[in-house]
Nanobody
Framework: QVQLVESGGGLAQWGGSLRLSCAAS????????IGWFHQHNQAPGKEREG???????????IDTDSVKGRFTTSRNNVKNTVDLQMNSLRPEDTALYYC????????????????WGRGTQVTVSS
């Protein structure tokens, strides 16, 4: 069964850190670019916003301006996982965070991604 599962979310203080993990089962993550997206809870039904993406070998990452310098994406193709290290957290980072797979390259449009996890909640208190 093909599955992506995010973990590591929770409650953090302003300026704190969390480390999210995206684990795959039933398929090999190494063939895919992995995107991280978030969806603010106050906007159900709105599209998920891409915040980071990592290439298949981990040699290249793309981050949006809102997380650049604060968040770092890495991957371990042996463990079949991709992590998102979140530092200097802000209240506006509060959201549901998803990982998703895509062939060939990164893309901002969530509709072009194939497999999705169910998300993990991150809440940052002010």
């Amino acid at each position: 069964q093909v599955q992506l599962v995010e973990s590591g979310g929770g409650l953090a203080q302003w300026g704190g850190s969390l480390r999210l993990s995206c684990a795959a089962s039933g398929f090999n993550l190494s063939s895919y670019y992995i995107g991280w997206f978030h969806q603010h809870n106050q906007a159900p039904g709105k599209e998920r916003e891409g915040i980071s993406c990592i290439s298949t070998n981990g040699g290249s990452t793309i981050d949006t301006d809102s997380v650049k310098g604060r968040f770092t994406t890495s991957r371990n193709n042996v463990k079949n996982t991709v992590d998102l290290q979140m530092n200097s957290l802000r209240p506006e980072d509060t959201a549901l965070y998803y990982c998703a797979t895509r062939r060939y390259n990164c893309h901002r449009d969530e509709r072009t991604y194939d497999y999705w996890g169910r998300g993990t909640q991150v809440t940052v208190s002010s």
